[in-house]
């Protein structure tokens, strides 16, 4: 009888958690159905396509309240809320000619980008790569504010308004990643399979990401899943004249009822770099591997991801030398190589994330647990025998309660935190920073209210952080170090039909690296002895950032001033000593130096050129110390331009659009001691996609880069003070199958 | 269908343009009067020996470089 009673009550779940409901989408003004429109689930990663009646069908096993995007071409996309007692009904959209903006959600704080306190810049990685670039690093450095440190083509670090390295933290679908970024010759470790969209918060934001956020953060997203019920994959490969290089892509997408994987491979290769006057850029070499796989699931009250991703690199270093005066000809060679030699980073990575967000009667509970694994090989003298080789090993944990406290306000209360451990192996010849561990604890609150046009934010937090390190030869005396801090974040934006107006006042802190407070030796990739200070402490960072944007159907304007103030700023001090035939720079630290600038930006779509886009940003950034004078390696001042048009054919194999971009760099004349002044460069790309619109449809790219093969050295080239110029024209050609 | 199959052993071809193979190089010592004396192409385990335990002539152990800079 009790078994009777189970398998019906089992049933009956099964019936009505599974149930097949129906929703339509409907034309506000007409009340006629759209055709094929997209009905996106944000916090699942995947949706539905309508029908041609503007119908769909859907099982009715997901958590009410989600947020849901519903868009369609000739419509103003919106994100709506499914209500409690019937989540997915009727949704209604209202014509636009044109949506110059899409309507995002940003991601770390569920909310709409526009009524965010926080300046959060999003962008999908598809638009940043119309021409497409060599690496992420290079696709984000066209968003206003953010610059690439390089070193060759190889290694690109982030700069996010003149701050890099340590205090620039990058965020992968929430997970923290940890690459000893502390080194200027390590690069950012994202690769750009599978990313959908990148979102900037520019200026301190330890209240949501803790200590580190002082520049800025990178928070990458993963692609969405595939529509419910829908399998689809893709190859794509692209080439590039002037590395002979490669660039090839597998993607699989697959979802179901409650079910969803992603799984994308990816191998690049790139021989030495062409330069400007026919030369190659020697060992400037590398080849990358990456694998990405991701699984969600969820029920009525619970989403979960798990996300695994693997990244290798084998990277050259170019411009190496044991000579105590070089030219720049001992770094260039006539003939173009991709075969393995030394100096070279080799570079693997692991990433694994835990995604879940459990759905309450009021709010949300998420939980997000990760683990990263880094591993640093150099081989610089030898090619058996590392010079340097570490493992950095980082757990971390962030869990937040959202609830709303009343109907107009809601609260945020979270914890975050990370233990991260860093080992010395066997067999390096040199222990740039010892074994250490550090643990980083922190606490937060956020408060939300909104009326009318009005959004109000307010934060505070408390951060840890201990650092222990480990007794060795290299390192006999063992240092134990904490660093505590307060933080806090309040704000205001505006969000009307013609103009959002926002204006946030955020702190942000640093504690000093261990690289910074006991370095003591050669570090080859960026060709100094390094000299650490064990008394430094942390840095704390100030920022008031104003935005207005202006936006109607054919103009966008957007300006955006701001103002940061940091205290105890720890720098890298040339001195006048060498050791072993190298520079020594020094660990130091200022009282204050303050950072201003703004980004202007600019989109106007004409009237009567409904195919055109004509888009302009111009970032102006002016920084000094209280001596007013200069910081070391701020990037050029520069403006970016670009002219679009989208063609409207019909024929089968048709140009989608064609793109001239154009990037003025201003001169560096503003420079630290010891560093040298940086002229104006220019450079002209452009490029045209095409679609093959056969049963399987075949996109082509076509371009060139740097078409008037203009020789320049970027002023954040780690390559500038051996004269070692950025790559001369490249023509690439792209192909993507999709089935 | 063919069309589909030129284009995807393309992008494999493209894709798997480079394989792996033992890494050899030539490698060489600095003899006391500090000419570079060659010692022709080593591979693999023998590389890892030199580079880690040097060359011996003559009761001297020299430090070897298999690599050009």
């Given at each position: ?319 190496h030398s044991h000579a105590p005066v070089?030219?720049?000809?001992k ?11 030394i ?37 610089d003298e030898k090619i058996t025998v590392?010079g ?41 010849t ?92 050669i ?56 050791i072993e035939g190298l ?157 | ?24 190089h030539e490698c060489h010592y600095e003899d006391a009067n500090n000419d570079a004396i060659e010692l022709g192409e080593k591979?693999?385990?023998d590389l890892e020996a030199l580079e880690r335990d040097g060359y011996t002539t003559g009761g001297v152990t020299y430090e070897v470089h298999c690599h050009e800079h």
């Open positions: 009888m009790k078994q009777s009673i189970l398998i019906l009550i089992s049933l009956f779940l099964l019936v009505t958690g599974f149930s097949q409901a129906e929703g339509v989408v409907i034309d506000v003004t007409t009340s006629e159905p759209i055709p094929f429109a997209t009905i996106y689930l944000i916090d699942l990663s995947t949706g539905y396509i309508a029908d041609v009646d503007g119908k769909f069908s859907y099982s009715n096993n997901f958590p009410k309240n989600l947020k849901v995007q519903v868009s369609c071409v000739g419509y103003a996309s919106s994100i709506q809320i499914g209500n409690t007692s019937n989540p997915m009904d009727t949704f209604y959209l209202e014509p636009s000619h044109l949506q110059l903006e899409e309507i995002i959600v940003s991601s770390p704080s569920g909310m709409l980008q526009k009524q965010t306190i926080a300046n959060v810049e999003s962008r999908k990685i598809s638009e940043l790569n119309v021409l497409p670039s060599n690496n992420l690093m290079e696709a984000i450095s066209n968003i206003p504010s953010v610059y690439q440190q390089s070193t060759g083509t190889g290694i690109s670090k982030p700069v996010i308004r003149g701050l890099s390295g340590m205090r620039v933290l990058t965020y992968l679908n929430g997970l923290r990643i940890e690459n000893q970024q502390w080194g200027g010759d390590h690069g950012m470790a994202v690769g750009e399979i599978g990313i959908g969209s990148v979102e900037v918060i520019k200026g301190p934001s330890s209240l949501l990401y803790g200590t580190d956020a002082l520049g800025g953060v990178l928070y990458f997203i993963d692609e969405p899943y595939a529509n419910r019920g829908e399998t689809n994959s893709s190859i794509q490969s692209k080439f590039d004249s002037n590395t002979l290089g490669t660039n090839s892509t597998i993607a699989v997408k697959s979802a179901g009822k409650n079910l969803r994987i992603n799984a994308f491979a990816n191998y690049t290769n790139h021989a030495d770099y062409k330069l400007p006057n026919g030369n190659y850029a020697k060992n400037s070499r590398y080849t990358q591997m990456n694998g990405k796989v991701s699984v969600g699931f969820n029920s009525k009250k619970w989403v979960c991801n798990l996300r695994y991703n693997y990244l290798h690199n084998r990277i050259g270093l170019p411009g070089n030219s720049v000809d770094f260039e060679s006539t003939e173009q190589s991709r075969e393995r030699t100096p070279a980073q080799l570079i693997s990575n692991h990433y694994i994330l835990w995604q879940n967000k459990l759905y309450l009667n009021k709010g949300q509970l998420s939980i997000l647990l990760g683990h990263t694994e880094n591993r640093l090989t150099e081989y590392p340097i080789n570490m493992n950095l090993a980082n757990n971390t944990y962030n869990m937040y309660l959202n609830y709303p406290l009343f109907a107009w306000l809601e609260t945020t209360l979270g914890v975050q935190g990370m233990f991260q451990q860093n080992k010395n192996l066997e067999n390096a040199d222990n740039l920073i010892p074994d250490v561990s550090s643990f980083d604890n922190g606490a937060y609150l956020l408060v939300k209210s909104g009326y009318a046009k009005w959004n109000a934010e307010a934060g505070i937090r408390v951060d840890s952080r201990s650092i222990k390190t480990i007794q060795s030869a290299s390192y006999p005396e063992p240092l134990t170090k904490q660093f505590n801090s307060f933080n806090y974040s309040l704000g205001l934006t505006r969000d009307a039909k013609v103009a959002t107006v926002r204006v946030s006042l955020s702190s942000g802190y640093r504690a000093p690296h261990i690289s910074e407070l006991l370095a003591n030796g570090h080859h990739g960026t060709f100094t002895y390094e000299v650490g200070d064990k008394n430094l402490t942390t840095e704390n960072a100030t920022q008031l950032d104003f935005s207005y944007e202006f936006h109607s159907e054919h103009l966008e304007v957007s300006i955006n001033p701001f103002y940061n103030h940091i205290r105890n700023y720890i720098y890298s001090a040339s001195t006048d000593t060498m520079p020594v720079f020094e660990y130091r630290q200022l009282d204050n130096v303050y950072i201003m600038g703004t980004d202007v930006g600019i989109h106007y779509h004409p009237h009567f050129a409904d195919p055109l886009h004509i888009e302009t940003s111009f970032s102006y950034l002016h920084a000094y110390d209280d001596n007013n004078d200069p910081l070391f390696r701020m990037p050029q001042n520069r403006s970016i331009s670009s002219i679009k048009y989208e063609f409207d054919s019909k024929s089968k194999l048709r140009i989608e659009n064609l793109l001239v971009q154009y990037q003025y760099f201003l001169p560096q004349n503003r420079v630290g001691i010891n560093e040298t002044t940086s002229p104006n460069y220019q450079l002209v790309n452009v490029g045209v996609n095409a679609l093959l619109d056969i049963k399987t449809p075949v996109s082509i790219g076509f371009g060139v880069k740097n078409l008037l093969n203009t020789s320049y050295i970027d002023h954040l080239s780690r390559l500038k003070n051996i004269g070692i110029q950025h790559p001369g024209r490249n023509i690439y050609t792209t192909l993507k199958l999709k089935f | 269908m063919k069309l589909k199959l030129l284009i995807i052993g393309t992008i494999c071809s493209i894709a798997i343009y480079s394989c792996k193979k033992e890494e050899c591979c693999g385990d």
